[in-house]
């Protein structure tokens, strides 16, 4: 099954990030493009997945609510998904194949190219690397997508919503329950070849660039999605020799 031409994003208000939303419909014509506000998101889940919508609204923290919406919509209709916070650069045909069943991720971070230290990896990354998930694509249905949701949906319920509140005032714990911690261990079983279904992930430069990375004229060429990060939902202050955000 082939990836569907569809750019997916949402946020609490179609006004914000409209420039920033624009350059995936300029960049990428004949692209369905759909937005939905949060509400919308969650009248998605309710109507597409009713016996998530307890989880969903179990869920302490608007990113882990909207988390759970990326992996619910992209299997539910197919496209790639794009935080709002996100510049398109490049045509998505220009270098993803879109006729190709597969879910396509994008590396944003290895301990290759982390330069402060373990202890603060540890406390923003999967290890032994992450796969970012402010983008990525797949065909309507992908098993990647519905393991994400079954492990955020066991999860959730090993847990009283107080206890999800009080957890998720630590960072790593979202990454881990909803966020790109656990969408690297799912996409980990896939590249394994634990599980059947196939998953590409782009070089780190593609999807994953940092800011200062993205200033660098050399490195161009090889960026077809920037992150801006001004999505930043994080409880604590990076690191003070962290020049970015994460």
């Known amino acids: 099954m082939s990836i569907p031409r569809r ?3 949402v946020h609490r208000s179609p006004d914000i990030q409209r420039e920033l939303r624009e350059t995936w419909i300029a960049q990428n014509p004949g692209y369905e493009y759909l937005f939905f506000t949060n509400d919308e998101a969650r009248d998605f889940v309710a109507k597409h997945r009713p016996g ?5 609204d179990k869920l302490p923290g608007i990113v882990q609510k909207v988390d759970l919406f990326r992996y619910l919509v992209v299997h539910e ?8 916070d996100t510049i398109c650069c490049a045509p ?3 270098y993803v194949d879109m006729e190709r069943d597969h879910l396509v991720g994008g590396m944003e971070m290895t301990l290759h190219h982390y330069r402060h230290g373990t202890a603060t990896y540890m406390e923003n990354y999967a290890t032994p690397y992450q796969v970012c998930n402010w983008t990525f694509a797949a065909p309507k249905g992908h098993l990647a997508l519905a393991l994400c949701m079954q492990r955020i949906e066991y999860y959730a319920n090993q847990m009283s919503v107080e206890q999800l509140v009080e957890w998720s005032k630590a960072d790593r714990f979202t990454l881990e329950i909803t966020g790109p911690a656990m969408w690297t261990y799912v996409l980990n079983e896939f590249l394994a070849g634990t599980r059947q279904g196939a998953v590409t992930i782009l070089p780190r430069l593609t999807w994953g660039s940092l800011p200062h990375e993205q200033r660098v004229a050399s490195n161009a060429g090889a960026i077809m999605v920037k992150h801006l990060f001004e999505g930043f939902w994080k409880n604590k202050a990076p690191a003070k020799n962290y020049v970015v955000r994460l």
């Open 92 to 94: 998505i045909d220009s």
């Open 7 to 9: 750019i997916i994003q």
């Open 77 to 84: 209709i197919g496209g790639i998904y794009a935080d709002v």
């Open 52 to 56: 998530l919508l307890p989880v969903y």
